[in-house]
């Protein structure tokens, strides 16, 4: 059999397309081993509910969704278990180029490293694949591929209206990190305990790296608030009560870590594990990601015009949207925010160019 | 000839091994100088820090390349994708010479990618003016003094850059306007018009246009190296929106890596080197043998080649000349001026906030603005005569970015009102002040050269290949700090005009993050007042050459880049020939 399409495509992922010539698949003799359970994600089962319920006060569900619907702590647990795969080429580092390790074992029937069995069975198979696969998107890409995500079609060129014609997902794929990407993220994720290469620079310290550390002790600490506060566990806390817990002056450098995450996790693209099915996004009325459909859908020779989408243009408001305004809270938010800005001024007569009144 | 190359972290064709032009750095004006030098049957060598996401780059397959860039937020903006990671390489700054610099993340960081900063820029591509090239003659002689301030006039004119000001157009595939709505009247003569005409404008722009012509000014077309048709082999711009910041994932933009660099690897006589980070060029007397770097297997190797060029941006270009000659004043710099009149551009942000939604992330971020506070006449021949102060171009721009907004309103002024966590922070994003009904205008005023501001190697911060990394010494001049003051009025009335709500100026003038950067190894014909010639060769070496803006004597009140590739385009012809 030849893996043709997922070789390709995971060749391509780590820059070495043609790299490896396709062969067929052959068996090495087994030594029979036990299949190995697969790596288990960072977060505990306990970790992960204190997440999720802490997220859900960051960003509350009332009439519409919020943090728990997004599937926030699914994208903080996929970031903080980030390279956590079989490490099938033995360089110690786990990533899409464990991929090319499992084919070439596949493809030669030989492999430098023990590991690429992945699923431990004693043979090079597509099982391996498989197995890599599913180990290493326990945790999320750093950086997905692209360029296209599937939820947007091409547009139909005769028509310049969107086609039936949608491309594949490219942003399940992981793009490919070079050593010193893979030295930064290592920092960020587990810390720089064993990274001499960054010894100097005071930028490699602190809350910027060790991400797993932050979150055991910021979630300890989120516990221990709760009893001292409460004399509960944060879970049997009303929301009100997990509030209060959470704006506690000792809370305050993990809540800020922890916002940060919660809205990367509601308004990223679903494939780093938040956002699920593009929730966020609706939410605040956001496009996403648009390509390759776009906004303009090209230019009509006949009439000498750009066709855009027409529920969402991009030279004029959508279709019957109104000059209605901010709510009046925020605007008087804004009015203290702003009025100590150099230049501020609320002018008089305010008007909406282009929306029909 | 053997394309693509099957080589990992190769490009082109990897039988060459002996190169008549080794090239550091494949940003804009490293793509240029590949391609010209290809074109005259040279062969090159181009060697990148980062990473490739361009994957085909080097295919003649139609339709290649596949770009890994996509839409994507968090990759592209908070992930630091082809970008300089600070927990890889940060730099320090400080304003003043008297403190050691402190380590600073993002000090005017610019690409790490192939196609270097242009992949992630929304290709703004003005031209300079006439005026532009002789700025220190034109200030002398209009009476204006600034005391500190280091102006010089270029060793060549606006007529003789403008040939390859258009070839750069060309080849780039610049959208734009010379005549009727949109034309920029402070726009010196041009030998030809643009070879698209503009992209579909996006709404954000019409409003701020809207309000920029009823205060009296005149509202442009942005030019910019985006198709508006299908151009050169590649697809035409479709809107999608996040642009600034994001590379292209359709090829839609005409940056270097995908419109010269391409044609470059095509002919066969150009390889790139990517993930290989050059730490010094090794030379002897007047003459530079070869290239030490530091490969993606942490392996240092050298290459050799006849020509040199530096084109890794001003700050790393700069940086290399001192690591290059441990414990001598640096490789090139009998001057003393390596390193010095480093410039960016003052920005001044007005921002309005309105009634309606702007739908930011639609749009190529930039599709209009205006020149009227670039301070020179109609034509761009002389300064304004009514004396006011040399700003700089404007940008009409909003916010495309979700993530980012909602970080915004963790800022503590915010959340002291909202509150730091609940409905507070949902309401904000529900009703997106500071996002959907936002639009700004841009100002890139004029930065005013500086012997003081300087680039040199900080004595105690290394990055993550054990180099020192650039400090960085910059202070703004009252010259562009007045220029700032004078304008902040003016552009919060356009914003007014244009129906907003709030209007108010951002008190944070930003110079560190602007990408403009210049300066550094300044050309002039005096090389006891220049680093390098007309031509771009250092005075001191018979074959180095400056391939991007660190040759800038000053840093006019445009964006670089069109001008850096046309630099480029001539000093490579000038070595093909």
Known sequence: MRLVLTRRRFLQLAGAAGAVSIVPLVRRAGAGLEPGPPLAPFLNEAQYSLVRDATARIFPSDSTPGALEAGVADYIQGMLSLLPAADANCDGWRGSADFIAVIRAIGTGTSDCDQSDVNRDGQYTEADLTSARVSLFQARAVFAGGPFSGRQPFVDPETLQPSDNFPRDAFLDFAPLNRVQRIAWEARIRGTANLPELSGNPLATGSRVNLRQQYSDGLTLIESQSQTIFGKSFAELTPAQQTQVLNSAPLRSFVNLLRAHTVEGMFSAPEYGGNRDGIGWSLIGYGGDSQPLGYTLGFDEKTQSYVERSDRPNSRPNPGETCGGLSTPVQTLLRVLLGMQPEFQEFDEPYCFGVPS | ?577
């Open chain 2, 1 to 577: 000839m053997s394309l693509p190359s099957a080589v990992p972290g190769v490009l082109g064709e990897t039988s060459l091994d002996d190169f008549d032009v080794v090239i550091i750095g494949s940003g804009p004006g490293g793509c240029a100088a590949a391609h010209i030098l290809t074109q005259a049957n040279l062969s090159v060598l181009v060697l990148e820090a980062g990473n490739n996401y361009f994957l085909g780059l080097d295919d003649p397959a139609p339709g290649k390349p596949t770009p890994l860039f996509g839409s994507d937020e968090l990759k592209q903006s908070a992930r630091f994708f082809g970008k300089q990671d600070p927990l890889i390489e940060p730099r320090t700054y400080r304003e003043n010479a008297a403190v050691p610099g402190l380590a600073n993340g993002d000090v005017n960081t610019l690409g790490r990618t192939v196609g270097g900063a242009w992949i992630h820029a929304d290709v703004k591509v003005p031209r300079f003016n006439e005026v532009d090239f002789r700025m220190a003659s034109a200030l002398h002689d209009a009476g204006r003094v600034y005391d500190g301030a280091n102006f010089a006039d270029w060793p060549l004119t606006y007529a003789e850059l403008e040939p390859w000001y258009s070839m750069a157009e060309q080849l780039s595939g610049v959208s734009g306007t010379t005549t009727g709505e949109g034309a920029d009247p402070f726009a010196s003569p041009r030998s030809g018009p643009y070879p698209m005409p503009p992209n579909n404008r996006m709404y954000a722009d019409l409003v701020l246009s809207e309000g920029s012509r009823l205060a009296g000014y005149h509202p442009i077309v942005y030019p910019a190296a985006v198709n508006s048709r299908p151009y050169d082999g590649r697809p035409a711009c479709v809107s999608c929106g996040l642009c600034s910041g994001y590379g292209c994932p359709n090829n839609s933009k005409g940056s270097g890596a995908v419109t010269m660099l391409r044609k470059a690897l095509l002919t066969g006589r150009c390889q790139v080197r990517y993930n290989c980070f050059v730490t010094r060029l090794v030379h002897s007397g007047r003459t530079v043998t070869g290239v030490e770097y530091i490969d993606d297997r942490s392996d240092r190797l050298t290459v050799g080649g006849d020509r040199f060029i530096l084109a890794a941006s001003p700050i790393e270009d700069a940086r290399l000349c001192f690591l290059s000659d441990p414990g001598g004043a640096g490789l090139g710099n009998s001057s003393g001026l390596v390193g010095r009149n480093l410039m960016f551009h003052l920005q001044t942000i007005a921002v309005g906030i309105f009634k309606q939604r702007m739908h930011g992330e639609r749009g190529q971020s930039v599709t209009g603005g205006m020149v009227d506070f670039r301070g020179v006449e109609p034509g761009g021949m002389a300064l304004a005569k009514d004396g006011r102060p040399l700003g700089g171009i404007i940008e009409f721009g909003t916010n495309s970015e979700a993530i980012d907004e909602a970080k915004q309103y963790g800022r503590q002024e915010i959340t002291s009102i909202a509150g730091q966590l609940g409905l507070g922070l949902k309401q904000l994003m529900l009703d997106s002040p500071l996002r959907d009904h936002l639009a700004v205008m841009i100002m890139q005023a004029e930065d005013a050269p500086q012997l003081g501001n300087r680039v040199d190697l900080d004595p105690s911060v290394t990055d993550v290949y054990g180099v020192p990394v650039p400090r960085v010494t910059h202070v703004s001049h009252a010259f562009e700090l007045q220029a700032s003051q004078y304008y902040q009025p003016r552009m919060v009335e356009v914003i007014g005009k244009a129906g907003a709500q709030f209007g108010f100026v951002n008190p944070d003038l930003d110079k560190l993050g602007t990408r403009h950067v210049m300066g550094t190894l300044r050309m002039g014909t005096d090389p006891s007042a220049s680093v390098c010639n007309a031509a771009g060769k250092f005075h001191d070496l018979d074959n180095l050459y400056c391939g991007d803006g660190a040759v800038f004597p000053t840093a006019s009140g445009y964006n670089p880049t069109l001008t850096i590739i046309a630099l480029a385009l001539r000093m490579a012809d000038a070595i093909g020939g």
